[in-house]
Nanobody, 122 residues
Framework: QVQLVESGGGLVQAGGSLRLSCVASGHTFSTYAMGWFRQAPGKEREFVAGIGGATYYGASAKGRFTIARDNAKYTVYLQMSSLKPEDTAVYYC??????????????????WGQGTQVTVSS
């Protein structure tokens, strides 16, 4: 059973930075593509960034967010900078069993964490 646990969310002022972490267990981490998604109240879950055979970012993340992974620590990170109030959402970590999955397709991810809240104040 794959388990994903996110941490690092919180309250930050606009222009600030946060680093989210997601620790995985129950699978061979290095063989999985990993992604970050977010969901704001009343909105659909949105792709933020993914890392597998390539690294790919959603439009909202390009130039501000960086995804990275440490296979030895079974951890994927999302470094977020220049945060805006519209970045406020619950951020979810996800795992796809196919390493070369199309990273932005939510349907490719079969395992999800419980989410961590990020709130950006203006």
């Amino acid at each position: 059973q794959v388990q994903l646990v996110e941490s690092g969310g919180g309250l930050v002022q606009a222009g600030g930075s946060l680093r989210l972490s997601c620790v995985a267990s129950g699978h061979t981490f290095s063989t999985y593509a990993m992604g970050w998604f977010r969901q704001a109240p009343g909105k659909e879950r949105e792709f933020v960034a993914g890392i597998g055979g390539a690294t790919y970012y959603g439009a909202s993340a390009k130039g501000r967010f960086t995804i990275a992974r440490d296979n030895a620590k079974y951890t994927v990170y999302l470094q977020m900078s220049s945060l805006k109030p519209e970045d406020t959402a619950v951020y979810y970590c996800a795992a796809a069993s196919a390493f070369y999955s199309t990273l932005s397709h939510i349907s490719n991810y079969h395992y999800w964490g419980q989410g961590t809240q990020v709130t950006v104040s203006s």
